[in-house]
């Protein structure tokens, strides 16, 4: 997952390290125990495991989120760290409260590291679901955008793009392109949500493009521009 924050730390680092790294991997990890399904789910137990990750703060930051997806086995920039937040209702990207701790896990049923790696399979599951990406998908767009910004930042855009369609949207590379290409420096949301329209609606040889449709004029530039590159 890109994580937006930065470290915190006593030494230099390279300004172009973002946050919780994108291209930072974490190690995967063996469930150290088995968990008996009879255990009931506890609170108490869920909220040491919080202050596992947030030490004497109330929140997990950039620090204790790398050591919780190592924990977990998942890497930081997995669409999997994406879900969980979305579950988790976390607004802001390289940290989930207290609050946000409690109520998401409490909805997963989830108060160690093991009951949360048995629900890897289900966030995955929800990327599968129409409705539940739709909804990801949209709440991607706010969880990665600077909060004093209305739009994406284009780098932050193509990143999210790619983890959210680039495996499932066969126009995903040509439309990188066009937007590496492009004179747009950010993406409103009323094209971020038309591109996932655009994905799920327009056939990979834009045969069925409606022209006169109400396609964002970002959409519209780019069916000219591939149609141009198609002709060469």
């Excluded at 999997?80 to 409260?97: D, H, R, S």
């Excluded at 929800?126 to 709440?139: E, G, K």
């Excluded at 004093?148 to 040509?174: E, I, Y």
């Excluded at 004179?183 to 006169?212: A, C, I, P």
Aim: glycine letters at 4%; charged letters at 30%; one cysteine or more.
């Amino acid at each position: 997952m890109p994580v937006k924050k930065k470290r915190k730390s006593s030494g230099s680092e390279d300004p172009s390290i973002r946050k919780c790294k994108i291209s930072s991997y974490c190690r995967t990890q063996t469930p150290g125990r088995l968990i008996n399904p009879e255990d009931q789910f506890s609170s108490k137990k869920c909220l040491a495991w919080f202050y596992e990750y947030a030490g004497s703060d109330d929140v997990v930051g950039p620090e204790g989120m790398e050591k919780f997806c190592e924990d977990i086995g998942v890497e930081p920039e997995n669409i999997i760290m994406l879900v969980l937040a979305w579950k988790l209702e976390a607004p802001n990207m390289g940290f989930f409260t207290k609050e946000e701790w409690q109520k998401g896990m409490t909805s997963l049923q989830c108060d160690c590291t093991e009951r949360l790696q048995s629900k890897l399979d289900y966030l995955r599951s929800q990327l599968n679901d129409a409705a539940a990406f739709r909804n990801i998908y949209r709440y991607a767009f706010d969880f990665a955008r600077d909060k004093d910004q209305r739009s994406l930042d284009m780098d932050t855009t193509k990143s999210m793009l790619a983890l959210l369609l680039g495996r499932t949207w066969p126009l995903f590379p040509v439309f990188h392109q066009f937007l590496e290409q492009s004179k747009y420096k950010v993406m409103n949301k009323d094209q971020w949500y038309n591109v996932l329209e655009f994905s799920r609606t327009v056939n990979s040889d834009l045969s069925n493009y409606d022209e006169d449709g109400a396609w964002p004029v970002m959409l519209d530039e780019f069916v000219e521009w591939y149609k141009a590159r198609q002709t060469l």
